[in-house]
């Protein structure tokens, strides 16, 4: 099931717009905070709320996932969207409707967790229940920090509910505040929630979808990848695969991780609940804006994605990724399995010619099409019920898969290449691929590197990560890597540097007299 995220509101208005007393006027269809946080099922409703900012359009709904996968070279802009081509060749502006959703989207969340974090610790509740609900918000604060830092760069570092206009201007942090309270954050949370909610008793048993210790110990070790304290990164990655959080594994069919059919499976570390209507009801998009009991809680990605005659195809797979799945055969000699979930592409020899329950192909046989996050290949004949943007399917934000390959990264950075093979080969087995230990035997730690890169690509094309690994891998900034990049993708021909992150945008530079606009701006 996949029904906890509670629509909920509390009225406190935007993070970064200024007090007007003359404006201060209370809704009498909201609860204020002044009288709220009374009791526990006010805090369990006020951590709802903060999952729920997890399912509007800025943030996993749609433009999180598609405008990261945009910019990398794996996927290219379809779409007379404009915003959308300008995001996904690199000049985008800082007036960019989708850019502005996102930044709202990171900073509501930001604004209720900070609300749990304040109000939470004073209710007479449960110590037991009280802990895990600190811990999911303290999980949320770093998720969305962390999203913040990675499109953004420079943003304002807000921990407290602001209750002045001074505290509503936060100037911009250093990166190093950044990251120093992402650790801290997702630090907490791993201290403070339970490996599974199957073991505890409370309003929260039972519930699947959200943050665990596991969780929280995986994007602590991956934001200390991105901050190459690599032996860090190791041990926490080692807590996940070795123990004392050994409960993960790849599930044996790779497609399982996409579909509607096998979520929150043993291989997901954390995924974004979405849900038809007839799972849980509702009859407003959650777009965004002031939420209500009648939100749907359903996706925008696999739409966005799917092909002509079925969505939006907005985006297009890269012929470079295309020809890199085809690269290497696996042992028995037949086409890599993933690039089969990953493009819907013109397959005769792996009998995979029909799409959707269309047995035929209906595009020109070289077309390629995202499949990935799509109903294509589940036995559906539409992508959206025959309507749009309906999409049930979760989406995954960490897999055990990841987890392998960033303990085989940190474990080249540290001199040790050789373990690293064993981890990588995991995955690899999945595929059904070639033992590299025997057909590439030796590697230096440059060369791991270039393999690692390799694998990830493979792994987790249109997962919202490649273009994150490009970039804190420095090609953008490496003439030569940034040519074969442009080879790849003629999308980054526009690229210039500095345009690595999204722009500030130009509505909170105006409201905000202490923001400062980034190199993108």
């Given at each position: 099931?996949?029904?906890?995220?509670?629509?909920?509101?509390?009225?406190?208005?935007?993070?970064?717009?200024?007090?007007?007393?003359?404006?201060?006027?209370?809704?009498?269809?909201?609860?204020?905070?002044?009288?709220y946080?009374?009791?526990?099922?006010?805090?369990q409703?006020?951590?709802?709320?903060?999952?729920?900012?997890?399912?509007?359009?800025?943030?996993?709904?749609?433009?999180?996932?598609?405008?990261?996968?945009g910019?990398?070279?794996?996927?290219?802009?379809?779409?007379?969207?404009v915003d959308?081509?300008?995001?996904?060749?690199?000049?985008?502006?800082?007036?960019?409707?989708?850019?502005?959703?996102?930044?709202?989207?990171?900073?509501?969340q930001?604004?209720?967790?900070?609300?749990?974090?304040?109000?939470?610790?004073?209710?007479?509740?449960?110590?037991?229940?009280?802990?895990?609900?600190?811990?999911?918000?303290y999980?949320?604060?770093?998720?969305?920090?962390?999203?913040?830092?990675?499109?953004?760069?420079?943003?304002?570092?807000?921990?407290?509910?602001?209750?002045?206009?001074?505290?509503?201007?936060?100037?911009?942090?250093?990166?190093?505040?950044?990251?120093?309270?992402?650790?801290?954050?997702?630090?907490?949370?791993?201290?403070?929630?339970?490996?599974?909610?199957?073991?505890?008793?409370?309003?929260?048993?039972?519930?699947?979808?959200?943050?665990?210790?596991?969780?929280?110990?995986?994007?602590?070790?991956?934001?200390?990848?991105?901050?190459?304290?690599?032996?860090?990164?190791?041990?926490?990655?080692?807590?996940?695969?070795e123990?004392?959080?050994?409960?993960?594994?790849?599930?044996?069919d790779?497609?399982?991780?996409?579909?509607?059919?096998?979520?929150?499976?043993?291989?997901?570390?954390?995924?974004?609940?979405?849900?038809?209507?007839?799972?849980?009801?509702?009859?407003?998009?959650?777009?965004?804006?002031e939420?209500?009991?009648?939100?749907?809680?359903?996706?925008?990605?696999?739409?966005?994605?799917?092909?002509?005659?079925?969505?939006y195809?907005?985006?297009?797979?890269?012929?470079?990724?295309?020809?890199?799945?085809?690269?290497e055969?696996?042992?028995?000699?037949?086409?890599?399995?993933?690039?089969?979930?990953?493009?819907?592409?013109?397959?005769?020899?792996?009998?995979?010619?029909?799409v959707?329950?269309?047995?035929?192909?209906?595009?020109?046989?070289?077309?390629?099409?995202?499949?990935?996050?799509?109903?294509?290949?589940?036995?559906f004949?539409?992508?959206?019920?025959?309507?749009v943007?309906?999409?049930?399917?979760?989406?995954?934000?960490?897999r055990?898969?990841?987890?392998?390959?960033?303990?085989?990264?940190?474990?080249?950075?540290?001199?040790?290449?050789?373990?690293?093979?064993?981890?990588?080969?995991?995955?690899?087995?999945?595929?059904?691929?070639?033992?590299?230990?025997?057909?590439?035997?030796?590697?230096?730690?440059?060369?791991?590197?270039?393999?690692?890169?390799?694998?990830?690509?493979?792994?987790?094309?249109?997962?919202?990560?490649?273009?994150?690994?490009?970039?804190?891998?420095?090609?953008?900034?490496?003439p030569?890597?940034?040519?074969?990049?442009?080879?790849?993708?003629?999308?980054?021909?526009?690229?210039?540097?500095?345009?690595?992150?999204?722009?500030?945008?130009q509505?909170?530079?105006?409201?905000?007299?202490?923001?400062?606009?980034?190199?993108?701006?």
């Open positions: 099931m996949k029904t906890f995220y509670i629509i909920f509101s509390i009225a406190l208005g935007s993070l970064f717009i200024g007090c007007d007393d003359d404006l201060d006027l209370a809704n009498p269809n909201s609860i204020t905070s002044d009288v946080w009374a009791d526990a099922d006010q805090a409703a006020g951590i709802n709320a903060a999952y729920n900012s997890l399912l509007i359009d800025g943030y996993y709904m749609r433009m999180t996932p598609i405008l990261t996968d910019r990398a070279d794996d996927l290219t802009a379809d779409t007379p969207w959308l081509q300008q995001i996904s060749n690199f000049t985008a502006l800082p007036t960019s409707a989708p850019i502005q959703w996102m930044w709202d989207a990171y900073y509501q930001v604004l209720r967790v900070n609300q749990v974090i304040e109000n939470v610790p004073d209710i007479e509740m449960d110590e037991d229940l009280k802990e895990r609900v600190l811990g999911q918000a999980f949320l604060r770093g998720l969305a920090y962390f999203n913040l830092k990675i499109n953004f760069d420079r943003v304002p570092l807000v921990i407290t509910v602001p209750d002045n206009t001074e505290e509503y201007n936060a100037p911009t942090a250093t990166s190093e505040a950044i990251w120093t309270q992402i650790i801290d954050d997702f630090t907490a949370a791993q201290e403070m929630l339970p490996v599974s909610y199957n073991d505890v008793s409370g309003p929260d048993a039972g519930t699947v979808g959200r943050a665990t210790k596991g969780a929280a110990t995986g994007f602590l070790g991956k934001t200390y990848l991105y901050t190459e304290n690599w032996s860090a990164a190791a041990a926490e990655f080692q807590k996940i695969i123990g004392p959080i050994n409960i993960y594994s790849l599930v044996s790779y497609q399982d991780n996409f579909g509607p059919f096998n979520e929150n499976n043993s291989e997901s570390l954390f995924e974004v609940q979405f849900a038809s209507a007839d799972e849980v009801g509702g009859t407003v998009y959650n777009y965004g804006g939420p209500s009991a009648s939100w749907k809680q359903v996706s925008s990605v696999g739409h966005t994605y799917a092909m002509d005659g079925y969505g195809s907005d985006f297009l797979p890269s012929h470079f990724v295309y020809n890199t799945y085809n690269e055969r696996t042992v028995n000699d037949s086409i890599d399995s993933r690039l089969l979930v990953t493009i819907a592409s013109y397959e005769p020899e792996a009998n995979s010619v029909g959707y329950t269309n047995p035929e192909w209906p595009h020109a046989l070289d077309a390629l099409y995202p499949r990935k996050y799509t109903h294509d290949g589940f036995g004949s539409t992508e959206s019920q025959g309507s943007e309906l999409s049930e399917i979760n989406y995954r934000l960490m055990y898969a990841d987890v392998l390959l960033m303990y085989a990264e940190a474990l080249n950075e540290l001199g040790q290449t050789s373990q690293a093979y064993d981890y990588i080969q995991q995955v690899r087995d999945r595929a059904n691929l070639p033992d590299l230990s025997e057909i590439m035997p030796g590697m230096s730690q440059e060369e791991m590197r270039d393999q690692l890169a390799h694998e990830r690509l493979l792994e987790f094309s249109l997962e919202g990560i490649r273009f994150h690994d490009i970039r804190r891998w420095g090609w953008l900034s490496d030569e890597k940034l040519e074969r990049l442009r080879a790849n993708d003629p999308e980054f021909i526009s690229f210039s540097p500095g345009r690595e992150y999204l722009p500030i945008p509505r909170d530079l105006d409201i905000n007299p202490n923001l400062e606009p980034n190199s993108a701006n």
